[in-house]
Protein backbone atom coordinates (compact mmCIF):
# COMPACT_ATOMS: atom_id res chain seq x y z
CA UNK A 1 0.00 0.00 0.00
CA UNK A 2 3.02 2.45 0.80
CA UNK A 3 3.96 2.20 -2.69
CA UNK A 4 0.44 3.07 -4.27
CA UNK A 5 1.02 6.26 -1.88
CA UNK A 6 4.53 7.13 -3.28
CA UNK A 7 3.88 6.18 -6.98
CA UNK A 8 0.73 7.39 -7.81
CA UNK A 9 1.48 11.41 -6.79
CA UNK A 10 4.34 11.26 -9.52
CA UNK A 11 1.87 9.81 -12.03
CA UNK A 12 -1.58 11.61 -11.46
CA UNK A 13 -0.79 14.72 -9.44
CA UNK A 14 1.25 17.04 -7.79
CA UNK A 15 0.90 16.01 -3.91
CA UNK A 16 0.74 12.83 -2.44
CA UNK A 17 -2.72 11.01 -1.38
CA UNK A 18 -3.53 10.55 1.93
CA UNK A 19 -4.50 7.26 3.65
CA UNK A 20 -8.10 7.95 3.32
CA UNK A 21 -7.91 8.90 -0.50
CA UNK A 22 -6.29 5.36 -1.11
CA UNK A 23 -9.27 3.86 0.94
CA UNK A 24 -11.57 5.33 -1.01
CA UNK A 25 -9.76 4.29 -4.20
CA UNK A 26 -9.85 0.87 -3.10
CA UNK A 27 -13.00 0.84 -2.02
CA UNK A 28 -13.98 2.09 -5.24
CA UNK A 29 -11.91 -0.72 -6.66
CA UNK A 30 -13.40 -3.42 -4.81
CA UNK A 31 -17.15 -2.50 -5.39
CA UNK A 32 -16.52 -2.24 -9.34
CA UNK A 33 -15.11 -5.33 -9.21
CA UNK A 34 -11.75 -4.14 -10.09
CA UNK A 35 -8.28 -5.52 -9.20
CA UNK A 36 -5.94 -3.09 -7.49
CA UNK A 37 -3.18 -2.48 -10.25
CA UNK A 38 0.09 -4.50 -8.64
CA UNK A 39 3.37 -2.80 -8.95
CA UNK A 40 4.76 -4.19 -12.23
CA UNK A 41 1.65 -2.68 -13.93
CA UNK A 42 2.27 0.95 -12.52
CA UNK A 43 6.38 0.48 -13.55
CA UNK A 44 5.31 -0.74 -16.85
CA UNK A 45 2.60 2.21 -17.20
CA UNK A 46 5.14 4.49 -15.93
CA UNK A 47 8.25 3.78 -18.28
CA UNK A 48 5.56 3.87 -21.38
CA UNK A 49 4.63 7.46 -20.41
CA UNK A 50 8.08 8.46 -19.84
CA UNK A 51 9.17 6.78 -23.16
CA UNK A 52 6.34 8.77 -24.82
CA UNK A 53 7.48 11.93 -23.12
CA UNK A 54 11.18 11.78 -23.88
CA UNK A 55 10.19 10.82 -27.44
CA UNK A 56 11.38 13.03 -30.26
CA UNK A 57 9.23 13.19 -33.46
CA UNK A 58 10.36 13.91 -36.70
CA UNK A 59 9.36 16.50 -39.03
CA UNK A 60 7.81 14.30 -41.12
CA UNK A 61 5.71 12.46 -38.50
CA UNK A 62 4.44 16.23 -37.18
CA UNK A 63 3.48 17.39 -40.64
CA UNK A 64 1.81 13.96 -41.40
CA UNK A 65 -0.26 14.52 -38.12
CA UNK A 66 -1.30 18.47 -38.73
CA UNK A 67 -1.83 17.44 -42.19
CA UNK A 68 -4.81 14.50 -40.71
CA UNK A 69 -5.83 17.17 -38.04
CA UNK A 70 -6.42 19.66 -41.06
CA UNK A 71 -8.30 16.94 -43.39
CA UNK A 72 -10.02 16.05 -40.16
CA UNK A 73 -11.21 19.90 -39.63
CA UNK A 74 -12.30 20.58 -43.42
CA UNK A 75 -14.30 16.99 -43.13
CA UNK A 76 -16.37 18.26 -40.01
CA UNK A 77 -16.91 21.94 -41.21
CA UNK A 78 -20.81 22.40 -41.04
CA UNK A 79 -20.82 23.74 -44.60
CA UNK A 80 -18.82 20.91 -46.00
CA UNK A 81 -20.72 18.66 -43.95
CA UNK A 82 -24.46 19.68 -45.21
CA UNK A 83 -22.61 19.36 -49.01
CA UNK A 84 -21.58 16.12 -48.77
CA UNK A 85 -24.90 14.90 -46.98
CA UNK A 86 -26.78 16.74 -50.05
CA UNK A 87 -24.29 14.88 -52.20
CA UNK A 88 -24.49 11.58 -50.39
CA UNK A 89 -28.51 11.67 -50.66
CA UNK A 90 -28.16 12.16 -54.79
CA UNK A 91 -25.81 9.45 -55.03
CA UNK A 92 -28.58 7.10 -53.76
CA UNK A 93 -31.21 8.95 -55.46
CA UNK A 94 -29.45 7.68 -58.77
CA UNK A 95 -28.30 4.37 -57.38
CA UNK A 96 -24.56 4.92 -57.46
CA UNK A 97 -23.66 2.90 -54.69
CA UNK A 98 -19.85 3.20 -54.99
CA UNK A 99 -19.84 6.92 -54.82
CA UNK A 100 -22.58 6.84 -51.88
CA UNK A 101 -20.15 4.46 -50.12
CA UNK A 102 -16.94 6.96 -50.84
CA UNK A 103 -19.48 9.70 -49.19
CA UNK A 104 -20.85 7.85 -46.07
CA UNK A 105 -16.86 7.08 -45.29
Known amino acids: MQYFLTILPSICRSRSYNQAEFREYRTACH ?5 LPRRNTLIDKVNRIDALIKRVFTPLELQEKVDRQNALKRRFIPINRERVRRELEEARAIGDETRAADLQD
Open 31 to 35: RDDIP
